[in-house]
């Protein structure tokens, strides 16, 4: 089995690899170092979780080691779809770089202009950066690409996904041509393959795994929710998602629960909240300020369930998150993929549990065709209660208590009512009266009913118009 120090990777690399506590590289990292140490163009396909991030970060800070950089002109250029996984790219970075005098800087949105240009004018080593903002920069002048020796798009089928293509075409154009570049996805759509074959040349591919597997490690699971009402459906889905994750137990020690709607991600939290469970919510339209703190909160183990958008699909690295739920099935098949490898990673073991309500079924037959196999079907914690709960009424349907009391009166013969003898029958009283002689134009027992003003119309009203004024 290979080793990391078989990989010719600088000694001061190799350290902070040992101090971090890696031996042996996965296969993604052992094919992939080799070929970008030579200076070759490399393409990586492989599932999330795998260790990607290392397997450019690593001979990148290597090739980088001699060298110097120069004021506005970045050494290297690191692509991501995302900020949160940015953010991962630069975590990776400080911790196999602390022993060399390499610099960075992190572009993305949230962070204020001022602070990321004065580290630009200064002069960086590695730029990482997602593609909206590095162009902002591009475009006001505080930046050139014209010295990018090293090129890096992490995630590029997510880049996709999010509209990002024509930026990176736009990047790549104003990179040189002599660039050398790493191109990292997990799966390889018609989109992808084109970019590939224009902006790369003669790339090693490396490909460990299946596109779009899910890791072995992973249990999965899925729910049939059917609800009732519509008014009352998410209602319901959410006890069963309480539901779920009190059947889990102590096995539950974190998840990530993933929906697919931003509105449905601030709901579910707060719900969950309201019920008692350590929840937070993370999506695109959060603050950055505010995204960091929650997210720093679930990877230091004092948050225990985030509530997410896909923006945290790919670019949480938290080894030790015990289950992913997926609230939604997701729109795209290849999420599935990517919102699954949060959990599972590193060879631990996980738990997907995805909950499938009858209109999402379409859905759920795409992502078992993309990962060809059947996801087992488990009971819904709650199916008793949502029979009882859940069944519509027609509207002619009687209630329970009326039905028996018609059936009561329907067995009981009819008797007749004695009057009571504490009361005497009123002597004084007037029959009543018939209710339809009150209706105008009715006819009742006396004769016609009176029409307009009847025989008592005033004598003045009689009187002609000359009459009156003589009068």
């Known amino acids: ?22 031996e042996t590289p996965t296969p993604i990292q052992e094919g992939a170092i080799p070929a970008a140490l030579e200076g070759r163009d490399v393409l990586g396909i492989a599932q999330t979780g795998t260790g990607k991030t290392a397997s450019f970060t690593l001979p990148m800070i290597t090739l980088l080691a001699r060298g110097r950089a120069r004021a506005r002109m970045p ?27 390499l610099t960075k800087a992190l572009l993305i949105g949230g962070v ?8 630009i004018d200064r002069g960086v080593d590695v730029l990482i950066a997602t593609p909206g903002r590095l162009l902002d920069h591009f475009e006001r002048g505080k930046l050139l690409l014209t010295g990018v020796q090293i090129m890096v798009v992490d995630e590029a089928d997510r880049m996709l996904d999010m509209g990002f293509i024509p930026d990176i075409e736009r990047i790549f154009s104003l990179t040189p041509f002599t660039r050398q570049t790493l191109f990292f996805s997990a799966t390889m759509a018609p989109e992808i393959e084109r970019i590939t074959d224009t902006f790369l040349s003669a790339p090693t591919r490396v490909e460990v795994a299946r596109q779009a597997t899910a890791s072995e490690t992973i249990e999965q699971g899925v729910v049939m929710f059917k609800g009732g009402r519509r008014d009352r459906e998410a209602s319901q889905k959410r006890n069963v998602l309480r539901a779920l994750i009190d059947a889990e137990g102590e096995k539950c020690t974190n998840a990530i629960i993933f929906c697919n709607r931003k509105t449905d991600v601030d709901i579910c939290a ?32 004092s948050l225990r369930l985030l509530v997410a958008s896909d923006v945290a699909a790919r670019g949480l ?10 609230f939604d099935v997701p729109g795209h098949p290849e999420d599935y993929v990517h919102r699954i490898g949060r959990t599972g990673r590193a060879g631990r ?19 078992e065709k993309l990962i060809q196999k059947e996801i087992p079907r488990l009971n819904n914690p709650i199916e008793a209660d949502d029979s009882k709960a859940d069944s519509p009424k027609t509207e002619n349907q009687p209630k329970a208590a009326d039905t028996k009391k018609s059936d009561r009166r329907k067995s009981e013969p009819r008797t007749e009512r004695e009057p009571r003898k504490d009361r005497e029958p009123r002597k004084d009283r007037e029959p009543r009266k018939d209710k339809e ?16 003003m009847g025989d008592h119309l005033p004598s003045f009203i009689a009187l002609s118009f000359d009459e009156r004024r003589a009068g």
Not at 82 to 100: G, I, M, P, S
Not at 349 to 367: F, H, M, P, Q, Y
């Open 1 to 22: 089995m290979t080793k990391f120090n078989e990989l010719n990777l600088n000694p001061k690399v190799l350290k902070a690899i040992e101090e971090a506590g890696y």
């Open 75 to 101: 050494r290297s250029l690191v692509l991501c779809p995302t900020r949160e996984l940015a953010a991962q790219v630069a975590e990776n970075f400080d911790t196999y770089a602390k022993h060399l005098k």
């Open 112 to 119: 204020s202009f001022k602070e990321q240009d004065a580290l």
């Open 270 to 301: 707060k719900s969950l909240k309201k019920y008692g469970y350590d929840a937070a919510a993370i999506h695109g339209d959060l603050d950055q300020s505010q995204r960091t703190k929650t997210l720093d909160g679930f990877r230091d183990g």
């Open 317 to 326: 690295d938290v080894p030790s998150v015990s289950h992913v739920i997926n």
């Open 349 to 367: 073991e996980g738990k997907a549990i995805t909950i499938c309500s009858s209109r999402d079924e379409k859905a759920l037959a795409a992502v």
């Open 437 to 452: 002689a009150k209706g105008r134009g009715r006819r009742d027992d006396r004769g016609p009913a009176v029409v307009g």
